[in-house]
């Protein structure tokens, strides 16, 4: 509700959130707090609260929480729609994210670690040609805390042709926040192997990403690197920290082209 909203009626207004895994119980809180100290008042009438749906996957070993839930973004104008009807496992338990239009409207596929991790390696192996998605689209391979705000506590791998680098084809490897110069890093992506592996080693301080073409445990030789980082900070978060795995719709904008 803003000062353009009209009075001396009702609004319906949503909310849809995601709890903590393991949440016991949840406490349903309506606050009406006042910007400035204009005039005026609100009240509440008619509230639900119920569950949303969920769902988990089993992949790599561990199981994942689907992300089912919306994003808002841009002063809430445009939404980032994530579904379970975006993500799947096949038989040979390789993890499928998609993005589609359903009804008319577009939907992400996001998982998250039901595990908290630490300090280690995070390593995920693509099959795919990464440098030739979509212009709005972006994939992304991350740690994340959410408790603690993904300002703070987030390292990332992105493939992308619309976060920084305009219409070109990046890799991105970011500590965040990325509006710190040093914490971000991007490189022009052309692929000459659909099959690759991306990691980033996780120390006390310190980061290094690598990105490779393979599906190895390590390179075969320096030909086969074509990104790599190092990066040493005080900005770099401690454990703990889910580990993340989307493909998404930057601003919720549809995807130009095909």
Not at 179 to 184: H, Q, R, S, V
């Amino acid at each position: 509700i803003t000062s353009e909203s009209p009075t001396d009626q009702w609004i319906p207004l949503s909310v849809k959130a995601r709890a903590p895994w393991n949440t016991a119980y949840v406490t349903f809180i309506l606050n009406f707090m006042q910007v400035t100290n204009a005039g005026g008042s609100a009240r509440f009438d008619d509230c639900e609260f119920g569950l949303s749906s969920t769902d988990t996957v089993y992949f790599a070993n561990r199981e994942w929480i689907v992300y089912d839930w919306t994003l808002d973004w841009v002063n809430r104008t445009n939404m980032v729609v994530f579904s379970t009807n975006c993500v799947t496992v096949d038989t040979n338990g390789w993890l499928h994210l998609s993005i589609r239009n359903l009804d008319g409207h577009w939907w992400c596929g996001q998982v998250e670690s039901v595990d908290w991790l630490g300090y280690g390696e995070y390593a995920w192996s693509l099959e795919g040609p990464l440098d030739l998605l979509e212009s709005n689209t972006i994939v992304g391979l991350f740690s994340f805390d959410e408790p603690r705000g993904e300002t703070y506590y987030e390292i990332d791998i992105e493939a992308s042709r619309v976060l920084l680098g305009g219409a070109a084809s990046n890799l991105l490897y970011t500590v965040q926040p990325w509006t710190l110069p040093a914490n971000g890093y991007q490189t022009p992506m052309t692929l000459t192997n659909t099959e690759t592996t991306h990691r980033f080693q996780w120390t006390p301080g310190g980061v290094h990403w690598l990105s490779y073409y393979g599906h190895d445990r390590e390179p075969v030789d320096s030909n086969h690197v074509f990104a790599e980082r190092v990066y040493v900070s005080d900005n770099v978060p401690p454990p703990p920290a889910r580990c993340d795995i989307n493909f998404w719709l930057c601003e919720g904008l549809a995807p130009g082209g095909t």
